[in-house]
């Protein structure tokens, strides 16, 4: 009989990565804070756990560029910030609920796609403004854009 692993702090580390299908959007976390707002926290899964990765200049130019273009269309961003394993990011909003969060980042990868610049790839906005690759978030997006349809089915 196999143990169950023990529960952890990190609501992402009680994920099981091997019985996901990337691309996805998920409900990460829900937090109501003492005034009432609720803080609702969204894992964007790009690539399959495990099996691949995006790379670091991709990376970092999706977290300006989705971080930047996503507040022309809400306020209610908070943070989007890149998963260590390189496979997603994590949105953090204040009140955005799953379907109206999916249709900001429809709208948001779509700004992606006709960018002609990485926001803040340089030296005096950017600690690594070196580190960018316009093209290579551009095909990211497209690629998860091209699996719209698949972003609600997280279970392999």
């Known amino acids: ?11 992402s580390f009680n994920l ?5 299908r990337a691309p ?5 976390d829900r937090k109501r804070l003492p005034g009432g707002d609720e ?3 969204y894992d ?19 977290e300006h560029m989705v971080a930047e273009l996503m507040r ?20 953090l909003t ?13 709208q948001t990868l779509t700004d992606v796609l006709s960018a002609r610049s990485v926001p803040a790839a340089n030296e005096v906005q950017c600690g690594w403004g070196a580190n960018h690759s316009l093209s290579g978030a551009q ?3 497209k690629e998860f854009l091209a699996h719209r349809d698949e972003w609600r089915d997280i279970d392999a």
Do not use: W
């Not at 495990?50 to 670091?56: A, K, T, V, W």
């Not at 910030?81 to 496979?87: K, V």
């Open 1 to 11: 009989m196999t143990e169950s692993p023990q529960r952890m702090n990190v609501e």
């Open 16 to 20: 099981d990565h091997t019985a996901v």
């Open 24 to 28: 996805f959007v998920r409900i990460a």
């Open 39 to 41: 803080l609702i926290k």
């Open 44 to 62: 964007v899964r790009f690539t399959q756990p495990n099996r691949s990765h995006l790379e670091m200049p991709t990376v970092h130019s999706l």
């Open 72 to 91: 022309n269309h809400t306020d209610a961003l908070v943070d989007f910030s890149p998963m260590g394993c390189q496979t997603g990011f994590y949105a």
């Open 94 to 106: 204040l009140g955005v609920e799953y379907d109206d969060f999916l249709t900001l980042l429809e």
């Open 139 to 141: 095909d990211a997006a």
